[in-house]
């Protein structure tokens, strides 16, 4: 079983539709979770951080749940810019700095 | 603003030459690290450094050596490439775990072609 795993897609959504991604992560010890965005043939940048709470960026809000060890993303009124490939993001426990990958959830807003 | 540059965008080599990655970060960040992706397998981690001189084998090492002589600087090396070293090679540096700023900062990535 992978550590962090995702649905590749793609996801075709119209401009302005509400989409929304799931992550799932093995290790229940994980201590950081995050979102990343990598546009096409560009490097990962981060888009958020997911905190226990929930929290939201503008258009873009991200949730935990660590009973579940499920973490999600919801994009409100997509974008045409909003195309990318949306990295799941672990960072396992012993405070080590390393990050586990997810392979991405690819979004391919139309107009 | 955070920079993680890499010295090529692409190479071409041919089976069997040395190949040299550098990655520079201008953060004074303790942690490098490089990665490979690929097609259906995501980022993989090849070699990270916690500080100077200091390496530690990530997921997929074989082929690969580091060197880290300075803090800013972290080089991947292929002592003899190999077809199935085509790939995307991605650097990326960061504050220590226990630092709240803890998220990886990536360089544009190499992307090399073996002959």
């Known amino acids: 079983r992978k550590e962090v795993e995702q649905d590749p897609g793609p996801f075709n959504v119209p401009e302005g539709a509400t989409v929304a991604f799931n992550c799932t992560y093995s290790?229940?010890?994980?201590?950081?979770f995050f979102w990343y965005r990598q546009d096409c043939r560009k490097e990962p940048k981060l888009l958020m951080s997911v905190y226990s709470s929930g929290n939201e960026d503008g258009r873009f809000t991200a949730q935990l749940n660590r009973a579940s060890q499920y973490i999600s993303l919801l994009i409100r009124d997509s974008k045409l810019s909003d195309s990318a490939t949306y990295l799941c993001?672990?960072?396992?426990?012993?405070?080590?700095?390393?990050?586990?990958f997810g392979q991405g959830t690819t979004l391919q807003v139309k107009p | 603003d955070v920079k993680v540059t890499q010295s090529s965008r692409y190479l071409v080599k041919r089976t069997g030459e040395k190949v040299f990655l550098e990655c520079v970060q201008d953060?004074?960040?303790?942690?490098m690290f490089w990665y490979r992706q690929d097609p259906g397998l995501g980022l993989r981690l090849i070699y990270f450094s916690y500080d100077v001189k200091m390496k530690e084998k990530g997921d997929i090492p074989e082929g690969y050596s580091v060197s880290r002589e300075k803090k800013e600087r972290f080089s991947l090396i292929l002592e003899s490439a190999s077809t199935n070293q085509t790939s995307m090679y991605l650097c990326a540096s960061s504050f220590p775990a226990e630092d709240p700023r803890e998220t990886q900062y990536f360089g544009p990535g190499t992307r090399l072609l073996v002959l």
């Open positions: 953060m004074d960040h303790e942690n």
């Open positions: 993001v672990v960072s396992p426990s012993g405070n080590t700095g390393k990050l586990i």
């Open positions: 290790n229940s010890a994980s201590q950081s």
